[in-house]
């Protein structure tokens, strides 16, 4: 039987046509934010690779590589991300572009532990925009931070003051939950909608000598959280220890505040 062979170089113009590794041949920005809104970060920052190399796209280049920071931050290429957003933030042009640069830079430095250097950042972007579309969101990162380094009247200052002057911002609701929490360090190692389960990880890390202890708290859709966690710690140190040591045993850890 006659087999008609599919020619070499038309198989090689329908990949372009497709797209190779899942990337649209013809990648626009909108497909980048779609990735990234789908939490698919690889294709994000493919897309915006392949999009910064066309001569076209001179006018979108600094939110294009805002996008690639932003995808090296969330897959954890801290450095790269850090590098990006440095670069970024000398932007005067397109302010707020460069005020998202430095949240980004902010999220790389508190996420890396350096919580001096994640509130001087913080601190450089309201000095040079008082007057932010994200102020809400800065004076959230501004109580983060503040909470990590146990400053905690100054960080309850930020978080009234968010509650109070943005009531329906998205960063009033974890404001008010920031607002609840005591003022010492613990280590958060799983967090659950069934009871149950949190019930159960508690009782394992307890015959294991941990002090730990369950709370409750809402998320923005009023659904209930069975949070676990560990220590009641007045040192960022210890509860540093404790969460090392709590990560070799296998468990997903996470300093609260």
Not at 122 to 143: C, G, Q
Not at 208 to 227: M, W
Request: net charge positive.
């Amino acid at each position: 039987m006659f087999r008609k062979k599919f020619p070499g170089k038309v198989l090689v113009m329908a990949l372009v046509a497709v797209g190779v590794w899942g990337v649209p041949a013809q990648a626009s920005i909108k497909d980048v934010e779609s990735a990234i809104i789908q939490k698919d970060y690889a294709l994000a920052k493919q897309s915006a690779l392949q999009l910064l190399e066309q001569d076209g796209a001179q006018e979108q280049g600094q939110e294009l590589r805002y996008y690639v920071g932003l995808c090296d931050l969330q897959m954890g290429e801290y450095d790269q991300a850090k590098k990006i957003f440095s670069a970024l933030i000398s932007d005067r042009k397109n302010i707020p572009l460069r005020d998202k640069a430095f949240l980004g830079l902010f999220d790389v430095y508190y996420i890396d532990g350096q919580y001096k250097k994640a509130l001087k950042t913080i601190s450089r972007l309201h000095h040079l925009s008082p007057d932010s579309e994200f102020l809400s969101l800065i004076y959230l990162k501004f109580a983060r931070a503040n909470l990590k380094l146990a400053n905690w009247h100054k960080a309850r200052e930020y978080l009234v003051k968010i509650v109070a002057e943005y009531p329906d911002s998205l960063e009033a609701h974890a404001a008010k939950q920031l607002l609840n929490e005591e003022q010492y360090f613990a280590v958060q190692v799983g967090a659950f909608l069934d009871r149950a389960r949190a019930e159960k990880l508690a009782l394992e890390l307890q015959q294991g000598g941990e002090y730990a202890y369950i709370v409750e708290t809402t998320d923005q859709e009023n659904r209930k959280f069975y949070r676990v966690r560990v220590g009641q710690l007045v040192l960022l140190d210890k509860a540093q220890k404790l969460e090392t040591k709590l990560s070799q045993q296998g468990y997903p850890t996470l300093i609260y505040p």
